[in-house]
């Protein structure tokens, strides 16, 4: 039998936070993170120097200077902010827009395309319901798999706005190019046989969008708009419109800038486990504002459905041994440790 709070998630999670934020309710005990004292006695989270790497750098004939602070990003941060990266400013604020075209639409239409409380990940709502004693996420999203097409879910793509489908196609083929060009640098960077990861991601590595919206909270000391974590994916592609999203750094968590036109891309633990922990998967979350929306898209550019993946052979060697096995799906053993507020590495170590 379902325990009364997870009785009580679920019927949050099935009304939408927008919905609560319309009617003017407060935010309830299940979404209230931290103690109001120590909320009161935390530091403000400054600006972290997240390095910026210029993408078209990475595609020229030299190189080398790029690739090194590339390097020296994911080592250190397991992020960088990607300017020049191809995709013209009009065409991010299309789908930044047509984004918040859809969260402003009517409750009945939005829930045209809902996705089921306990389970089912896809869709527009909350994510599942977790494990009784972790608190829930003060957002609503949208998750569609986007490619391959094979694996899209088509009840779950907006009809309205009418341009949605075909701006996040667009996207859709705008962050292959991405992907390519990361992975490849990323391997050239630790003088990698350039294509080595994308081999190991596989031709049918999944990419899926995520449309985040983050209403306005009027606790933002003491509720969260996604709770800590750090990725399962390869990696992630960020494109967001207002600061929020911060990253854990020595102890200490600090606010990721927004850079004009640029993509956050973040490592995601299936990265630092082929990379045998020379990137790091940052633990990272998202606050909330009172007084103002946040939207964001994430892509998540993953390892194909059972391929195996596990630690290059050019980064395992006597100084350095192998740390972590080979394993398949991690991003299952990821979400199950996530649903109880856990990190899920420690499952692929050696």
Known sequence: ????????????????VQEMVVNGEQPVSLYICRDEKDAQNAPISPL?????????????????????KLKSALCCWGCFQAINHGIPSSFLDEIQQVTREFFRQSMEEKKKYSKGVVEEMEG???????????????????LLTVYPHDL????????????????????????????KLVSKSMAKSLHLEENCFLEQFGEGATLQARFNHYPCCQRPDIVLGLKPHSDGTGYT???????????????QWLTVPTVPNALFILMGDQMEIMTNRIFKSPVH?????????????????????????GPQDGLVNEER??????????????????????????????
């Open 1 to 16: 039998m379902a325990s009364s709070s997870n009785t009580l998630a679920e019927v949050l999670l099935s009304r939408r």
């Open 48 to 68: 972290a120097p997240i390095p910026i790497i210029d993408l078209s750098l990475l595609s020229s004939s030299s190189t080398e200077e790029e690739l090194q």
């Open 124 to 142: 527009y709502g909350g994510d599942p319901s977790p494990e009784q004693g972790q608190f829930l996420d003060w957002q609503d999203r949208l």
């Open 152 to 179: 899209r879910v088509p009840k779950f793509w907006p009809q309205n706005p009418q341009s949605f489908s075909e701006i996040l196609e667009n996207y859709t083929c705008k962050m292959r190019m991405v992907t």
């Open 237 to 251: 592609i960020i494109l967001q419109d207002i600061e929020g999203l911060q990253i854990l750094q020595n102890q």
């Open 285 to 309: 979350r998202v606050i909330t504002n009172k007084e103002k929306v946040r939207t964001s898209i994430a892509v998540f550019y993953t390892p194909e459905k059972n391929k195996e993946i």
């Open 321 to 350: 041994p192998r740390l972590f096995k080979h394993v398949k799906d991690y991003e299952i053993i990821h979400w199950e440790h996530y649903q109880r507020g856990m990190r899920a590495l420690h499952a692929a170590q050696v």
